[in-house]
């Protein structure tokens, strides 16, 4: 992974939109005698954790910009280095010319995404938990993504993790006076003391294996994928929902060949809405990729609705429904029919779904589309499930373990230190691991690379 040795620089905040102040960092050791012959202070003045009013100057002394430094002394920093900001103007071309200088003159290596915080984890800053809590924090899409990162980062769900690790430390110690201190101890009294701590863990994971769930990517990334047969006026329906025109909209069937996505906010959670291919069978390979794709995204969305055309049902439709069972269904195009005849020939099969009839050419109410979809996504987060993959797979696996007989005080006439022993380890290594504490770095690399730079 990342080197720790060299000091590093980025900026923060976006480097890609202007705006009113830019913030760049900088972390690593002597940071202020590297940047001292090219800031207006002398640096005997900076005092740790107070604003500084500073120039910041090129080689020949030119102000390049103005602005406000802080620093803070290692290791009550946030990476346990010495840790410079510069807070300037946010124009990204002002910023970049700081960096270069920096960069070019003091030596600084331009941090890789999440470099500072893999500085504050290797210096016991922060644990690996917190550091996934963070990445949830600044990039959740939802409330329930940011509050579950700040519940991770220091709340409620780090608290549960703690707990978890406290009693299966008790349970340790139980066993270990049973097997170092024999002599001295009334055997069936520690052994009973062995279970009834046992039984605490059990009781903690069992509230946190009632949160394991499925649907944990969906709640992270909630696609709303549009799905149905060409023509079916999908693209129609993306723009409108859009309220622009982003999708091309055409007559001939197979318009729409690779996705296309846009944000959308419902209710103040971000989805990313998908307008995809018509699904067909279709000996062209270009529109056949694009029903793959399409099929891709319908197998993983968090909400499918899937358009027919009234005019022209058929049993591809049907076998596409019962296929991918949509959240929704949609009988478009209802100008051009009379509302007593809409469903027919199907109208016994569509009575088993959620049914919309629409249409594009009539004023429509997106309401009633965000209302269902937003029911689901509540729905969903109502059983404030746990969201990384990661925690979820470590929790499955706890259980399996502590499910086993040796576990239970059923098992209590043959009991055998030895073995339990050995299993505990295994589930020692576990729990570290969810508590943050071990971590290999293939599971760093992965943390990481979602990361931003400046983070
Ligand atoms: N009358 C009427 N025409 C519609 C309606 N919705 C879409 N259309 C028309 O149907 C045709 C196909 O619409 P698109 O939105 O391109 O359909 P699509 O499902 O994206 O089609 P592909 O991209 O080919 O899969 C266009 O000519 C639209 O103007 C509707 O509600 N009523
Ligand atoms: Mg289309």
Known sequence: MYSLNNTIIACSTNLSLTSAIGIIRISGENI????????????????????????????????????????????????????VELQVHGNPLLLKKIIYLFESECGFSTAHEGEFTYRALKNKK??????????????????????EGKSLLSGELNQLYCNLHQH??????????????????????????????????????????????????????????????????????????LNKNRSIVNEAAGTTRDYVSEGLFIHGNEFELIDTAGLRETEDSIESQGVEKAEDIISSCFYNIYLV??????????????????????????????????????????????????????????????????????DLTASAPILLERHSDIINDLNDKIKLDLFSSSNYESFDAGIISSELLIIQTKIESLIGVLSSDQVLDNIFSNYCVGK
């Open 32 to 83: 202020l005698e590297s940047i001292a012959p090219f800031i207006s202070l002398d640096i005997r003045k900076i005092k740790n954790r107070f604003a500084h009013f500073i120039k910041i100057q090129g080689l020949n002394k030119e102000t390049i910009d103005e602005g406000i430094l802080l620093f803070f002394k290692g290791p009550n920093s946030y990476t346990g280095q010495d840790i």
């Open 126 to 147: 922060m644990n690996l938990t917190q550091v996934e809590g963070l990445d949830l924090l600044i990039h959740g899409k939802s409330d329930y993504v940011i509050n």
């Open 168 to 241: 299966f430390l008790s349970a340790k110690s139980s066993l270990e006076i049973l097997i170092n201190f024999t002599e001295d101890i009334d055997e069936d009294y520690a052994q009973t003391e062995f279970y009834k701590s046992i039984e605490k863990f059990k009781a903690n994971l069992e509230l946190l294996h009632k949160r394991v769930s499925l649907s944990g990517n969906k709640i992270l990334k909630p696609r709303i994928v549009l799905s149905g047969r060409p023509n079916a006026g999908k693209s129609s329906f993306f723009n409108r929902l």
């Open 309 to 378: 055309d009234v005019t022209d049902i058929t049993e591809e439709d049907v076998q596409n429904i019962n296929k991918s069972n949509p959240d929704l269904v949609i009988i478009n195009k209802s100008d051009l029919i009379s509302t007593d005849s809409f469903t027919q020939p199907f109208e016994d099969y569509f009575s088993n779904f959620s049914t919309l009839p629409h249409s594009v050419e009539q004023d429509f109410d997106a309401e009633d589309f965000f209302e269902k979809i937003n029911r689901k996504f509540n």
